[in-house]
DNA sequence: GCCACCGGTGGC
DNA sequence: GCCACCGGTGGC
């Protein structure tokens, strides 16, 4: 089967969700709960939510957005400020997205572990001026990538979406906030963009996993890559795509960080090499969200421990490192 | 059989 | 804690 690019301009194609590359995202309200077949939600001016669940943005919405008091010495940190979310919500409303990067079909994951759910995904793209730290809409994934590139060295300001939006300014109402309505992350600043003909997929996982998603690189071959190791061996089992400029230097395999705390679930406690088989061992192994993490939204307040029962579930047993012999014994 | 999605491991 | 890599596997 062949897989069309990845068209943000072509609303209806495809095979995304994968948001590419990018950013910050906030996938939005996730999974897990009743599926959705059509976005619903409701919006009205633009986002707003979708209620559903909740997705905290929260604590985050503080330590990032800073959209109040003292902007001084915010400045540094908004320009590393991408942001991707969901788009289930969006759409619509005043914002006129040229680009449905969110027509994307819901995935569904089939882990042995997991209900079946709706997967994550991540339509549209944000990025926050630097000057009055609004969110702004990035039209396309394509567009989006490219002021990622640079954003550290060019920071992004609603002048900026003049290419786009002939009218904006840092006096208009931000196109989104962190409202609570869906799930956002961050993304890395100055991430190469993909070669000319390679597409950069990013794939949110479901919430509770060991990781939050995975970047994928898709040749114009179709063949996808998730490792830089991958990339490497790919380019040079293809010597014309280094004959035509392409580099390693233009691949990361970075994902954005979740706004959410505890989307991911932490990983067990790893005892130091060669531990003391009689030391107690720490099993903090899962903080549940229960859906109300809403209620803390942009209050920086100590992180919730909810007593919940999938606290239990999740345990594991500790795993211990190899002891540097049978790191030695096991072959790369 | 392929592949998307996930977990586990090793390293820092 | 985060990152990188890659093996496993259910669904198609």
Redesign the pocket.
Known sequence: ME?DHLDLASPGKADH??ICGSSVASCGDNMKHEPKDSRSSARAGGIETSNQNHKDVAALAEEEEHNSDDEDNHSEDAQKQLVLYDPAAVGAGEIALDADPVNSQP????????A??I?PSVGAFTVQCANCFKWRLIPTKEKYEEIREHILEQPFYCETAHEWRAELSCDDPPDLTQDGSRLWAID?PNIAQPPPGWERLL????E????FA?V?YVAPS?K?L?????VEKYLQEHPDYVAQGVSMSQF????P?PLQDNY????PY?PALAPDENEPVNRITWIADNGDTDLRLGMPGPPLFEPLSQSFKKK?TP?K??SNA??AC?S?
């Open positions: 897989r969700n994968d995935r569904r994951n089939s882990f042995p572990n997991y079946s759910r997967l890395k794939r949110i996982r479901g509770g996993g060991t990781r995975d994928y179709g996808r998730r490792s830089m190791v991958e990361s395999f970075q994902i960080r991911v679930k932490k990983r790893r594991r795993s490192r190899m049978d790191a096991k790369s």
